[in-house]
Structure formats: structure tokens, C-alpha cells
């Protein structure tokens, strides 16, 4: 739809004299017809493809257990030589040829991507669809609020919970906790039910499903200023490169095109992360992934609060360059954004991949697609909170500036205050990683995170493919385990 109207002259909008005309009628209808369309296709990929590859590994074989976390680093190494291509190759395409020939591209290539998954369909290991995971929460909120006059029972064996053998074959069983009691509610079975039903009253597990949910979100809340920041490079470091030196050799790099340099980054470093980092910080922790997902959602946190600072850096040397320098032709290097790039693209390999494995291992069985759609929701919520600081940063400071003018106001970037912008979002990012760490020492994994640990004797029998016994593991490695 997207390249049919950017063919088509009829399906323009008319010109007006104007740099942008509004949208009316059957312009307007197909243009958010197709974005809409879009949205809707790249949130389910993006929220079902995580789950997809992740049911792939059986969590319950130690090799397959420590192939998921690398799936999930070769999965982001795979979007970013898309991306790569795309803010290259595509945007080239459309400046020079014309402005449909990119969603051309595009259309073809999400077509091949279709047929290649159609075609590996039989090798795929596909867990049966059951109830939505939404009617399961709703459920729980519902007969928890129902039950909310009923006293608790002291053993929390009493509460309902299905036997096992009427459990469904590859369900899983979660213990019940202490967080949250009220929602225990939901698993008193009253005393006039002879047979439970699922709106009178739900499984322990189905609560302790809920609990999961619940305490996620707060680390999901986390991420959210760190997408923040992400949206502010992608759109500042744009306009900062339209008044920069983009020539490379012979070529003149597209203002488009900047995105690339975070992406080249993240290429090499991914693998170095899988096939040097991991192996290293292994035989420290004898943890599979090298370090815990919630300490690579930390470390990125910490690198993108870092990567502001020096963004802000940046954006001084180059205004001072604009300023002393009145002469247009003698602007800084566009490779000085690397800087900044370069540190935040470490951040987000460290953040995104460690959010996605996080959110899939301890989801419940029946919310993984829903929990690995958290990683794009906080994007989402991100991109929105950077369009409402703008606003709210011009709103404040044109009151208290001498000149009146908004920090971002104006197109003119030499005029602005981008660089204490950045610097306004390095303190929000420290003050967030400081919440990030209260919730982060606050949240519970769930039981299997134990299997994670591998003791060093059972590395050693795994390189010798011997099965340890209760002969060669020692009574101390047991109580670590």
C-alpha cells in the first residue's frame, strides 16, 4: 500500500505552495490505512518471533538451555544487519532513483522472509495455542475481587491447585509466594462448588502466572527512559548531521544514512559479546549466559546514561566549531556521533537482548509471546515519552531563557541548547538506574533460574561427556547449587 501511493501522483497530496500540505480524503484514508497496517504486522512479528525462536530450545537440556541465550544475541545481530541495509542501501535507492523504489524493496523482501518461514514450518517445534493469556489474567483479577471478603488460609496448601494428573501434559506447575497475598484469593475454592469452574476460582499456578506479570512490569517501567534516549539520538543526531562534514572519500553519507554507525557497531560487537565476553564471564559466575539478564539490563542502562554525557560533549564541540567558524565549509566530522553511537549501541545489545531473554525464561508457559512483547511496548511508551519531553523541555524554558525560545525550539540546531538536553536526559537515566536497581534487587527469579548455575565439576564432565554423579560433585558445590 505504502509504494503504491508513493508511485501513484493521484494518491498525493495536492500542491498547495506550502513545504507540507494537509491530508484530505481518500490521501489521508490510504496513508494511516497502510501505517496502521504496518504497525499491526511488525507488533505481531516482533511480539511472537522471540517466542517462536525460544520454544525452539528444550530449557530442560543444559546444551539447548545455553543455546537460547545465544539465539536470542544472533536474533538481534539479524534485525541489525536489516536495519543496516536499510538505512544504507534502501535510503540511497530512494534519494537517487525514487522515493517508491524503497518500499518496493521492502515489499519484496518481507515477502521472501514469508515464504522462508512457510518453508521451514515442519522443522518448527509449535506448542498448541490455548485460552488467551488476557482471559487467564482477567480471571484472576475478577475472582480475587469477588473473593476479597474471605480470610486467607493459614496453610497455603489449601488453596486449589490442580493434581498432576490432571495437569496438562507440558504445563508447568508454579510454587505459590508470599507477594501479592490478596491475589491468593482467586484459589480459595468455596464451599458451595462441587466442581471448580474457571470464573469461580483459578489455580494456584494461574495466580502465581499473574504475580509473574506483575512483578516484571517495574523492570519493564525501567527501560522505558532508555528508549527515551534512543528516540532522542535517532532524531537530534539526523538533523545534527545536515550541518556536519558527511563526506566520506568520494561519497557523501545520506543524513538518513547516520543510523548506520551504532548498527556497524553492534555487527562486530555481537559476536564478540557471544564468542569471547560469554565463554570469560562464565568461568567467573558459572552462570550459562556469562552475567544474569537483569545485570545486562543494568549494564545498558548505565552505558546509555553514559552515552548521553557524551552526546552532550559532542554537540559542544561542534556548535563551538559552527560558532567560531562562520564559514559553512568548515564543519566538524560526522563520525564524531560514533562517539555516543558507539556506546549506546553497546547498551542496547546489552538491554534489549538481556530484556528479551529475561521476560521469555520466566514467563509462564501460557505468556510468552505476551511477555516478550514487553521489549517493544517499552519502545513504544519510550518514543512517546521523547515526543512529550520536547514539548514540555520548549514549554519550561522559553519562560526562562532571555531570548524566550524553547531549548529545541526552531529548525536552526546552531540556535538550540540540544547538548543541556542531553545532559537533561544523562541525570533522568542515573536517577532511572537508580529505581532500575531497587527493583531489580527486589525481584524474585523463578526456581529453574537455579539450573543456570553450573558447577565447575559439571562443566569439567560436560568437556569429558561424563554424566557427574553424587560421587564427584562435593557436599559444598551442592549447597551452591
Not at 318 to 346: C, E, M
Amino acid at each position: 500500500m505504502m509504494a503504491i501511493q508513493a508511485y501513484s501522483d493521484r494518491l498525493h497530496p495536492k500542491p498547495c505552495g506550502k513545504p507540507s500540505c494537509d491530508l484530505k480524503g481518500g490521501v489521508a484514508l490510504m496513508l494511516y490505512a497502510s501505517l496502521s497496517v504496518l504497525a499491526l504486522g511488525a507488533g505481531g512479528i516482533e511480539g511472537s518471533l522471540p517466542a517462536l525462536g525460544g520454544d525452539q530450545f528444550d530449557q530442560k537440556d543444559p546444551k539447548e538451555a545455553k543455546a537460547l541465550s545465544a539465539f536470542f544475541n544472533w536474533l538481534l545481530l539479524s534485525t541489525v544487519l536489516g536495519s543496516a541495509v536499510g538505512v544504507t542501501g534502501i535510503v540511497w535507492i530512494s534519494t537517487k532513483k525514487s522515493w517508491y523504489w524503497g518500499f518496493f524493496i521492502s515489499t519484496v523482501g518481507t515477502f521472501l522472509g514469508f515464504v522462508v518461514l512457510t518453508l521451514g514450518k515442519r522443522a518448527f517445534r509449535l506448542d498448541v495455542p490455548t485460552e488467551s493469556p488476557l482471559i487467564r489474567i482477567a480471571q484472576v483479577i475478577v475472582v480475587a475481587i469477588k473473593n476479597r471478603h474471605l480470610p486467607l488460609p493459614e496453610n497455603p496448601d489449601e488453596l486449589y491447585e490442580i493434581k498432576e494428573e490432571g495437569q496438562d501434559c507440558g504445563e508447568e506447575k508454579i510454587r505459590n509466594t508470599t507477594q501479592f497475598r490478596w491475589l491468593d484469593k482467586a484459589a480459595i475454592l468455596p464451599n458451595d462448588t462441587t466442581s471448580p469452574a474457571p470464573w469461580k476460582v483459578c489455580t494456584v499456578t494461574q495466580v502465581e502466572e499473574v504475580k509473574v506479570l506483575t512483578r516484571m512490569l517495574p523492570i519493564l517501567g525501567s527501560t522505558i527512559i532508555m528508549n527515551t534516549c534512543l528516540a532522542q539520538l535517532q532524531t537530534f543526531s539526523v538533523e545534527q548531521g545536515n550541518f556536519m562534514d558527511r563526506q566520506l572519500g568520494n561519497i557523501k553519507i545520506p543524513a538518513p544514512s547516520i543510523a548506520v554507525i551504532p548498527l556497524i557497531f553492534m555487527v562486530f560487537l555481537i559476536p564478540t559479546y557471544e564468542f569471547v565476553f560469554v565463554p570469560f564471564a562464565r568461568k567467573i559466575t558459572h552462570h550459562r549466559s556469562g552475567i544474569t539478564q537483569l545485570q545486562r539490563v543494568g549494564v545498558g542502562l548505565v552505558l546509555s546514561a553514559i552515552s548521553m554525557v557524551v552526546a552532550g560533549v559532542v554537540e559542544v564541540k561542534r556548535k563551538n566549531q559552527a560558532h567560531n567558524h562562520k564559514d559553512i565549509t568548515k564543519p566538524i566530522s560526522v563520525f564524531w556521533l560514533s562517539f555516543q553511537y558507539g556506546i549506546f549501541g553497546i547498551a542496547d545489545m546489552f538491554t534489549l537482548v538481556g530484556l528479551l531473554e529475561f521476560f521469555y525464561r520466566e514467563a509462564p508457559v501460557h505468556m510468552k509471546s505476551l511477555s516478550t512483547s514487553f521489549t517493544s511496548l517499552s519502545l513504544s511508551f519510550g518514543y512517546f515519552l521523547s515526543s512529550a519531553f520536547v514539548s514540555i523541555t520548549n514549554a519550561v524554558t522559553k519562560r526562562i531563557t532571555p531570548s524566550k525560545q524553547g531549548w529545541l525550539q526552531g529548525i536552526n540546531i546552531n540556535e538550540n541548547n540540544v547538548d543541556l538536553f542531553y545532559w537533561f536526559l544523562a541525570v533522568l537515566s542515573c536517577l532511572n538506574f537508580a529505581n532500575y536497581l531497587y527493583w531489580a534487587s527486589w525481584y524474585k527469579y523463578k526456581t529453574e533460574e537455579e539450573n543456570d548455575i553450573v558447577p565447575k565439576e559439571t562443566e569439567a564432565a560436560a568437556k569429558t561427556n561424563e554424566v557427574p554423579t553424587s560421587d564427584n560433585i562435593n557436599t559444598q558445590d551442592t549447597k551452591d547449587i
